[in-house]
């Protein structure tokens, strides 16, 4: 039996929700700054009642973890704690990178691809991800790097994410590069895959262990002059 998997995703502009549940899948996604604490309720219980199907019929909730806007990353891991919490459903994080790298292997086919997104302050975060019977495979860690420090573990891979359009001559400082202009941000759709794994393997959570994954765990903020 199909389980009944809800995936919401709040890290970055997009503002994502995802329903997979008696076989067929129902997904909400827009790209709306700024509006993410007044939708994101509203938009999964229309979700919910377009699939006609109760949160207490959720089997887990999957939730971006991060990286991404720290705002956006705290929002959706206190919504899938609150809907978890008044469900009694188990959780279980997804990274935001690993979304993507997941879009372009169910979309494109690849088997290698780079996941970046503009970390702001001159820095990007990075994954490497392999497909591994059709899953997005993290190879090594996520890591936020200066866009000159960036080290690919593949001879060829496709790029995605928004860290290639912030940085557009990356590209070609970087072997073997492919960037995929249309995979930007992260889409819950995307997550549905990777949730169903974990819970298949028992590594869902409780919701009161539902952590964000910032990545960058210090933040340097350049000084005005005259304040250093």
């Known amino acids: 039996m199909t389980n009944t998997i809800l995936a919401i995703d709040a890290s970055t502009e997009a503002l994502s929700i995802a329903l997979?549940?008696?076989?067929?899948?129902?997904?909400?996604?827009?790209?709306?700054?700024?509006?993410?604490?007044?939708r994101i309720l509203t938009e999964t219980d229309t979700l919910l009642a377009k699939a006609n199907c109760a949160l207490k019929e959720v089997d887990v909730i999957g939730y971006c973890e991060g990286p991404g806007s720290f705002?956006?990353?705290?929002?959706?891991?206190?919504?899938?704690?609150?809907?978890?919490?008044s469900a009694q459903k188990p959780v279980v994080g997804i990274s935001s990178l690993a979304m993507m790298a997941q879009q372009a292997i169910e979309q494109r086919g690849v088997n290698q691809v780079v996941s970046a997104i503009d970390a702001?302050?001159?820095e990007l975060y990075v994954g490497a991800f392999e497909n591994i019977n059709g899953l997005a495979t993290l190879v090594g860690t996520q890591q936020v790097?200066?866009?000159e420090a960036l080290a690919v573990p593949f001879d060829a891979a496709l790029?995605?994410?928004?860290?290639?359009?912030?940085y557009p001559d990356l590209a070609h400082s970087v072997a073997g590069i492919s960037v995929d202009e249309h995979i930007t941000l992260p889409n819950s759709q995307f997550m549905l895959a990777l949730v169903a794994e974990q819970f298949a393997q028992g590594q869902q959570h409780s919701a009161s262990e539902a952590q964000p994954v910032y990545v960058r765990d210090t933040?340097?903020?350049?000084?005005?002059?005259?304040?250093e």
């Open 20 to 38: 997979t549940h008696q076989g067929q899948q129902y997904c909400f996604f827009d790209v709306c700054p700024q509006q993410h604490s007044q």
């Open 71 to 85: 705002t956006g990353v705290r929002i959706s891991v206190s919504v899938a704690q609150g809907l978890a919490f």
């Open 120 to 122: 702001r302050m001159g």
């Open 145 to 147: 790097v200066k866009p």
């Open 159 to 166: 790029a995605v994410g928004t860290g290639w359009q912030s």
């Open 219 to 227: 933040v340097t903020w350049k000084k005005l002059p005259g304040r």
